[in-house]
């Protein structure tokens, strides 16, 4: 099947733990993104990748960090310095042209204990 | 800087009723593209319509109809005979030149329920 998995889709982690979240696409699609979603604040942007080893800082960037190895993955970390971190956290992808709308995954849900 | 605006936080309707959702947006430049999507309660994303600055004709898909006015700096979504599965959130979204023009700017979205 084509599209976004996210995994997994609930994760549990203690305070100060790093944890990473998985995003992967086979849509072919060039980029990627990560954002979050508080009740009531909408999505904000992470990061974004438009190319392989290359990604940008987003509106909340401070305590998470990204890599882009792969066309296919774009991996996000929640890292001990992010200091809310319990959040629901939405992975998508566009072709690489400008303007166009973005594919989401099914989403991860992290709780920090 | 580019803003969305969706006034409504929740609104609830009797199933067959029609709803308007509210979209008021800011940007500088003149090319833009404005979308929604909706977000059920398994929480995915999906999206439902694209709508650049320069074609402000209102279109229709089925029960769903959008009317775009530059003029009011509004992209307001209408659902018609509402049913129990329109129950969701819907966000709107822009994106402008801004960012190489692949960055989203949402709204905070509406959350929509629809009573049987």
């Known amino acids: 099947d084509g599209g976004i998995t996210q995994s997994p889709k609930y994760l549990f982690r203690k305070e100060g733990q790093n944890v990473t979240l998985s995003c992967e696409q086979n849509?072919?699609?060039?980029?990627m993104y990560w954002y979050r979603q508080d009740p009531g604040q909408g999505l904000r942007l992470i990061y974004y990748?438009?190319?392989?080893?290359?990604?940008q800082k987003g509106d909340i960037a401070e305590g998470y960090s990204v890599s882009r190895e792969k066309k296919e993955s774009f991996p996000l970390t929640v890292t001990s310095a992010q200091k809310n971190p319990t959040a629901f956290y939405l992975c998508?992808?566009?072709?690489?042209?400008?303007?166009?709308?973005?594919?989401f995954g099914p989403g991860t849900r992290l709780t920090v204990l | 800087a580019q803003k969305v605006t969706q006034a409504q936080t929740e609104i609830s309707v009797v199933e067959k009723e029609d709803v308007t959702l509210d979209c008021v947006y800011e940007t500088r430049d003149t090319t833009y593209y404005l979308f929604w999507y909706k977000q059920p309660p398994s929480g995915e994303l999906v999206f439902l319509i694209r709508?650049?600055?320069?074609?402000?004709q209102n279109e229709i898909s089925g029960r769903y109809s959008w009317n775009f006015q530059k003029s009011t700096s509004s992209f307001n979504f209408t659902i018609t005979a509402s049913q129990v599965v329109d129950s969701a959130v819907y966000f709107c979204?822009?994106?402008?030149?801004?960012?190489?023009?692949?960055?989203?700017?949402f709204g905070k979205g509406t959350k929509l329920s629809v009573i049987p």
């Open positions: 979204a822009l994106v402008d030149s801004g960012a190489g023009s692949y960055q989203l700017t």
């Open positions: 849509l072919n699609h060039d980029a």
């Open positions: 990748s438009q190319i392989v080893n290359d990604f």
């Open positions: 709508r650049n600055s320069f074609d402000e």
């Open positions: 998508a992808t566009s072709p690489a042209t400008q303007y166009n709308e973005q594919f």
